[in-house]
């Protein structure tokens, strides 16, 4: 059963992924891309009254990171009112190459238009290490 229910997330996510890219495709500035992934990511809102363990749940389960036995992000840092975690691994690279930073540019716009209504807000530390908080 969890094989079955990790490929259908993968799935999921790629066909989240492939509808992004044709809705931003033959655009030429960076902001106005990262502006249309922030209302893709309005779009799959996260519920108001979410807590950052739930939102980072939420990123989890929308953004498929490998198998949960990769372990590609740890929490680092856990209270009420923030959540912390580092990305162990770029897995992403292998299939954006020298775009990768587009990659997590867009899904941090994302990731941030997801949170839009929540209160929470998500900030990138470092390359690796990102942190939700109440705002």
Known sequence: MTKKLDLHKIHDSEIRNAKLI??????????EINQIAFDF????AIDRNTS???????FGDFFVNGKACDRINKVVLETDDKLTWMMTKDIHAQYWGEQSELY?????AIMCGMLEETGLALVQEDATTYTLKRK
Request: hydrophobic share 25%.
């Open 52 to 58: 950052c363990k739930e939102a980072y749940q939420a």
């Open 41 to 44: 990511g309005k779009a799959h």
């Open 104 to 108: 997590y540019s867009l899904r941090n």
């Open 22 to 31: 044709c809705t931003i495709m033959n655009k030429a500035h960076k902001d």
